[in-house]
């Protein structure tokens, strides 16, 4: 299974009202567990980990990045893209859960993992 297929098949179990309501804490931490082995295979990979460009990021919609203040791994964690502002000399990062990232690239970037020591 893709990290989009099961990032979809836990939205579709978040987005049902019922569904979600009848999870018990273990379903939801299955879930959760789900997203993070995905995503730790993922990351395993030996692919570069440069911070995203917000042009990159546009693509990413769905997926999961790693988000922080350049040079300040405390306030990292992840986040799902859920759009980009460019407009108006904008640079915003939406990603889910009402998280916003302004001032892209200056105070905020993304990356596809943990930069290497700052892993959480």
């Given at each position: 299974?893709?990290?989009?297929?099961?990032?979809?098949?836990?939205?579709?179990?978040?987005?049902?009202?019922?569904?979600?309501?009848?999870?018990?804490?273990?379903?939801?931490?299955?879930?959760?567990?789900?997203?993070?082995?995905?995503?730790?295979?993922?990351?395993?990979?030996?692919?570069?980990?440069?911070p995203l460009t917000l042009?990159?990021?546009?693509?990413?919609?769905?997926?999961?990045?790693?988000?922080?203040?350049?040079?300040?791994?405390?306030?990292?964690?992840?986040?799902?893209?859920?759009?980009?502002?460019?407009?108006?000399?904008?640079?915003?990062?939406?990603?889910?859960?009402?998280?916003?990232?302004?001032?892209?690239?200056?105070?905020?970037?993304?990356?596809?993992?943990?930069?290497?020591?700052?892993?959480?």
């Amino acid at each position: 299974m893709t990290n989009m297929e099961i990032i979809n098949r836990a939205e579709n179990i978040i987005h049902d009202e019922e569904r979600w309501r009848a999870l018990s804490s273990s379903d939801v931490a299955t879930i959760s567990a789900a997203l993070l082995i995905a995503r730790v295979r993922e990351c395993a990979s030996t692919e570069a980990n440069d911070p995203l460009t917000l042009e990159g990021l546009r693509g990413m919609d769905g997926e999961p990045v790693w988000v922080q203040s350049p040079g300040v791994p405390e306030y990292g964690r992840w986040a799902i893209v859920t759009g980009v502002d460019t407009e108006d000399g904008e640079r915003t990062l939406y990603c889910q859960g009402d998280y916003t990232c302004r001032d892209y690239g200056k105070t905020w970037v993304a990356y596809r993992r943990p930069p290497e020591g700052d892993e959480e």
